[in-house]
């Protein structure tokens, strides 16, 4: 059961601000929204998360809109090294026993 | 260097083969995880270690066999695998299973001849 739908890729140039999108319209209220990204041949890499406040941290910016059906992770000034594959996953508050569920995610071509 | 080292970076086995992979954790977390990423497809969560206790099974084959020794420590025992096996299989831990932070080794890029 897919929680998010991401594009399947986008690029942005080299300096600029990179805004991926991901729709999570079934989220619910007890969900935070994730973000990790992983970059070729390295394992996944956590980057920010967020359950109804916009948040910033000093890889990235998450701005959850209103209703929270929608999300955008914000690469302020992307570099080459920017270029992986970033995924939006949504996940509960509580539950026994968690577990991160990976979709296909974005794959963000950085160009110089 | 993230904090969890995964060895070896590269194995190449037969189908009769028995190997192991290792991941080992310096964060001081209690949960420990492995993934499977094949090409072309979504990670897909295999074992989830909690305490050294196994507290998910995904409906993996038995040829993969997980130990966790200890919280610092989580095996992957391999045996009889199938060239559709191959992937790269990817160690994370965190603080504790509710923990969304999870924290990835670099993994093992696992090829079965």
């Known amino acids: 059961d897919a929680k998010t739908t991401q594009p399947p890729s986008m690029d942005c140039a080299e300096g600029r601000a990179a805004n991926l999108p991901c729709n999570h319209s079934?989220?619910?209220?007890?969900?935070?929204v994730y973000w990790y990204r992983q970059i070729h041949s390295q394992g996944p890499q956590y980057i920010i998360h967020g359950l109804k406040n916009n948040e910033t941290n000093e890889m990235a910016s998450l701005i959850i809109t209103e209703d929270r059906k929608s999300s955008t992770l914000i690469l302020p000034h992307a570099t080459l090294r920017d270029t992986a594959v970033y995924y939006c996953?949504?996940?509960?508050?509580?539950?026994?026993?968690?577990?991160?569920?990976f979709g296909k995610g974005i794959t963000l071509s950085v160009r110089p | 260097e993230t904090g969890v080292t995964q060895t070896p970076r590269h194995l190449v086995m037969g189908m009769t083969n028995k190997k192991s992979l290792k991941c080992e954790q310096h964060l001081g977390h209690n949960a420990m995880y492995w993934y499977k990423q094949s090409a072309k497809k979504p990670l897909e969560l295999m074992f989830v270690y909690s305490l050294e206790e196994r507290v998910e099974n995904n409906s993996v084959p038995s040829r993969f066999s997980p130990e966790c020794p200890n919280s610092s420590h989580l095996f992957l025992h391999l045996h009889t695998l199938q060239p559709e096996d191959s992937a790269l299989y990817l160690c994370a831990s965190s603080q504790n299973p509710r923990d969304y932070g999870y924290t990835f080794g670099s993994g093992t890029r696992l090829t079965v001849v």
């Open positions: 996953i949504v996940r509960p508050i509580t539950g026994a026993n968690s577990k991160l569920t």
């Open positions: 079934t989220i619910s209220g007890n969900e935070y």
